[in-house]
């Protein structure tokens, strides 16, 4: 029982690196999604995706950047880190077609010098 | 623009009491409604799910109850004890790809 799995849960870089946050979920959801977690800001929402070649932008989608490619996997790639994105990264995914309930992973906490 | 609001932003309450959190949101034509709790440094752990036909899902000492004509929803703890203490987030799902947040309340339940 998987569920949702997001790699690394820790993760610091330099300004300027590049890096790939992994999520993965093994419940034949059609629906992922990146948020972060910023004190004060609650969750928001970076991009989400409906089906496997299908993504769009959330709210806050500038500097990041998703594919999906397989319906188990959806990664987010910070292409040039910034001390902005210093946050906690959450993957979800739904079953549209079922109950719509939104299945977390455990998160990943990244740093940005 | 659809939002989620949370209040209070942070709650205390002496232990055995019985709480209310309220969400609300500013779309009737919500898909689901869900809360979720978070405790510090951890990620989240669903409560209940509330389908838009339904108006009430209840979990133990949980109740959550959902008026789309309002635009509210409660999640009622009864018999609050410490281990309840966290931050309870609703989720309402406007469709099923714009997934908005509330912001949180945060719990504090004294001993």
């Known amino acids: 029982n998987a569920g949702v799995t997001q790699t690394p849960k820790f993760q610091v870089l330099k300004t300027g690196q590049s890096m790939t946050l992994q999520c993965a979920q093994d419940m034949n959801h059609e629906y992922m999604s990146w948020y972060r977690q910023d004190p004060g800001m609650g969750l928001r929402l970076i991009h989400y995706s409906v089906g496997a070649g299908i993504t769009d932008q959330g709210e806050v989608p500038n500097g990041y950047n998703v594919s999906r490619s397989t319906t188990e996997d959806f990664p987010l790639r910070l292409l040039s880190a910034a001390p902005s994105q210093t946050s906690v990264y959450f993957c979800?995914?739904?079953?549209?077609?079922?109950?719509?309930?939104?299945?977390f992973g455990e998160g990943s906490r990244l740093t940005v010098l | 623009k659809q939002e989620v609001t949370q209040i209070p932003a942070a709650l205390s309450v002496p232990e055995g009491e019985n709480l209310v959190l309220n969400c609300s949101f500013t779309?009737?034509?919500?898909?689901?409604l869900q809360w979720f709790r978070q405790d510090p440094g951890k990620g989240l752990t669903s409560l209940l799910l509330?389908?838009?036909?339904?108006r009430e899902q209840t979990s133990g000492r949980l109740n959550a109850s959902l008026d789309k004509s309002s635009g509210r929803s409660t999640l009622y703890i009864a018999a609050s004890q410490p281990g309840d203490s966290a931050t309870y987030l609703c989720v309402n799902f406007f469709t099923t790809d714009k997934i908005i947040f509330g912001k949180g309340t945060r719990l504090h339940i004294l001993p």
């Open positions: 779309d009737s034509a919500i898909y689901n």
């Open positions: 979800a995914s739904s079953n549209r077609q079922g109950s719509g309930e939104l299945f």
């Open positions: 509330i389908q838009s036909s339904q």
